[in-house]
């Protein structure tokens, strides 16, 4: 049966990927769609073929077609509409980051966990066939003791000085109490970070950060880079920057017995290759460009998460991991200090 999705926002995001996604996903039909401006949400529903469209969040939600909510809306209100969402008793897809505060993400896992309903985050890149390639093989043991991991995602217009303009409904993301109080780590940084804990299948235990801002005169920052201390001792060191227009958008990580390596996978768009190299397996993972791949896997994991009754592929608790992390970065970088990790356990 078909699972009944609704959106809420019409911003960016959802019209480019996750309208799309769910229009193509295996048995999802977008139901309805919400946003503050009834005129947005009407042409919104008409462009991606919505059967109903709201500037009520409690209407939307009192729709009875409505089995799962894409929460798509500014950070700092993802728990706001998450809240409702479980709540009224609909599972709920939320982007990332999950929130923009501990508490709200704590918030978030333990009411849907009471409620009954499936939490999931929007963290794509775990959805990449190269990347579960990837991870199978360290969970195997083919890399021996893991030792370093590595990530970057980076975006930039050529000869450009200073970020990529924002513009319309996305300006909110030049607004910390909006974003969260950091600006590249929010937008590109998290899914770097969620995919270095996916891969070494460790939590992080300490941070320490670089970036050009977190001070009293530039509070959002365009440049990041971050040592991650894991359980066991796994360093990783991660960047993700708005003015790289040329970046390698890359990862690796380095075994005692080998490396498992991807060259342009940290994107919106399911492409790149990842090799794995070891002392008794080398293995390709060629991936043609699909701009919505991640995205529809994203959403058909989701619903089947529903159907079998078990975790999708990117948790609640995930998403709470990666607050945690992104705090500790912001922390980090504003007082020039490692921070240790004292990990929520919810």
């Not at 000869?159 to 929010?186: C, K, L």
């Not at 958008?249 to 342009?264: H, K, P, Q, W």
């Not at 996978?265 to 991936?287: I, K």
Request: with cysteine; glycine share 10%.
């Amino acid at each position: 049966m078909p699972l009944g999705w609704a959106i809420v926002s019409t911003g960016f995001h959802p019209d480019l990927k996750v309208a799309p996604a769910i229009a193509e996903a295996r048995d999802s039909d977008l139901v309805a769609v919400y946003s503050r401006d009834r005129g947005r949400a009407e042409a919104f529903a008409e462009k991606h073929g919505a059967s109903a469209a709201y500037d009520s969040l409690v209407a939307m939600l009192d729709d009875s077609r409505v089995d799962a909510v894409f929460v798509c809306s500014p950070n700092s209100l993802h728990a706001e509409h998450t809240l409702q969402a479980a709540r009224s008793g609909k599972h709920v897809l939320c982007e990332k980051p999950m929130s923009t505060t501990l508490d709200d993400a704590v918030s978030m896992v333990r009411v849907c966990r009471k409620q009954g309903v499936k939490l999931g985050v929007g963290y794509h890149l775990r959805t990449h066939p190269g990347h579960l390639m990837a991870r199978r093989a360290i969970e195997d043991g083919v890399l021996g003791r893991l030792v370093l991991a590595q990530g970057q995602w980076g975006f930039g217009v050529r000869g450009q000085e200073g970020p990529p303009p924002r513009s319309g409904n996305r300006v909110w993301w030049d607004q910390p109490e909006m974003i969260g109080g950091a600006s590249t780590m929010m937008g590109t940084g998290v899914h770097a970070v969620d995919l270095m804990r996916f891969l070494v299948g460790r939590e992080v235990t300490e941070v320490n950060a670089m970036t050009d801002g977190q001070t009293d005169q530039q509070p959002l920052e365009q440049l990041a880079t971050m040592s991650l201390r894991f359980e066991g001792g796994v360093i990783a060191t991660v960047t993700c920057s708005r003015l790289l227009p040329d970046s390698r958008n890359d990862f690796t990580i380095y075994g005692s017995l080998g490396r498992v390596r991807g060259e342009a996978t940290l994107w919106e768009a399911r492409q790149g290759r990842v090799e794995l190299v070891s002392e008794d397996v080398h293995r390709t993972e060629v991936c043609p460009d699909q701009y919505l791949g991640n995205f529809i896997a994203e959403v058909e994991d989701f619903h089947r998460a529903i159907e079998e009754d078990r975790e999708p592929a990117a948790t609640g608790v995930d998403g709470l991991r990666a607050v945690e992390i992104t705090l500790a970065m912001i922390e980090s970088a504003r007082n020039g200090q490692t921070v240790k990790l004292d990990r929520v356990e919810v």
